[in-house]
C-alpha cells in the first residue's frame, strides 16, 4: 500500500508560479510511475503530467507544455510539479497518483488546492 500527500498549493497571481509536492510512502517508490493530475470544479479530472520509474519519459497534456515541469527524486521518494506561467484555467484541486503496471492508476492522494487570480 502506497500513501501520497501532495504539498504546496496555495494562491497565486496569473503569470506566478508554484511547486507542488508529492511525498510517496510505504511501497518502492522507484517502482512506479507517477503522475499529477487536475479537477477544477464542475470538470471532470485531466491527466497534467507523468514521468516513468526512471524519470526519462514525460509526458503533458496540451494545456500545460512548455510552463510545468514534471521531476522526481528516487532517493527521496518524491515527486514534482514545477508550475510556470500559471493562468486562472490552471486552478484546480492538483493530485498525484501512483501506477504500477497497465494503464490503471493505483494509488492517489488527498490533493492540493491551486487557485490562480487575475
Known amino acids: 500500500q502506497v500513501q501520497l500527500v501532495e504539498s504546496g498549493g496555495g494562491l497565486v497571481q496569473a503569470g506566478g508560479s508554484l511547486r507542488l509536492s508529492c511525498a510517496a510512502s510505504g511501497g518502492t517508490f522507484s517502482r512506479y510511475a507517477m503522475g499529477w493530475f487536475r479537477q477544477a470544479p464542475g470538470k471532470e479530472r485531466e491527466q497534467v503530467a507523468t514521468i516513468n520509474q526512471n524519470g526519462i519519459i514525460r509526458n503533458y497534456a496540451d494545456s500545460v507544455k512548455g510552463r510545468f515541469t514534471i521531476s522526481r527524486d528516487n532517493a527521496k521518494n518524491m515527486v514534482y510539479l514545477q508550475m510556470n506561467s500559471l493562468k486562472p484555467e490552471d486552478t484546480a484541486v492538483y493530485y498525484c497518483?501512483?501506477?504500477?503496471?497497465?494503464?490503471?492508476?493505483?494509488?492517489w492522494g488527498q490533493g492540493t488546492q491551486v487557485t490562480v487570480s487575475t
Open positions: 497518483a501512483a501506477r504500477l503496471t497497465g494503464s490503471s492508476w493505483d494509488y
